[in-house]
């Protein structure tokens, strides 16, 4: 089976893990959502260009998460999430997906 492009792995972490988290009542289900498609990902940036490439691409997905909080109070949760997340997935697009 074919592994998913990592900027829907991103994608899937942000939208999945807020979704999870707001429609359940369980934050800590959301974060679970955020950490498994987070570290998968992390994996494959690793081999596809080192460690260099995939600390700056946590460093994204991860900036993401804790931008979208503030982002929240201004434009309202999901707009925050669905921002945020155009950012983090366009990032793994461009800069792990491509050599992939």
Do not use: K, Q
């Not at 600390?55 to 929240?72: E, I, K």
């Not at 945020?84 to 050599?99: N, Q």
């Amino acid at each position: 089976m074919p592994t998913p492009p990592t900027s829907a792995m991103v994608a899937t972490g942000l939208v999945g893990g807020y979704a999870v988290a707001r429609f359940s009542g369980r934050r800590e289900l959301g974060g679970l959502v955020l950490a498994i498609c987070g570290t998968r990902a992390a994996r494959r940036w690793n081999m596809v260009g080192g460690p260099g490439l995939a600390a700056g691409l946590v460093a994204t997905y991860a900036g993401a998460f804790g931008a979208s909080h503030p982002l929240a109070r201004r434009i309202g949760a999901w707009p925050a999430v669905l921002t945020v997340t155009a950012v983090a997935a366009g990032a793994a697009g461009a800069f792990a997906d491509r050599r992939a």
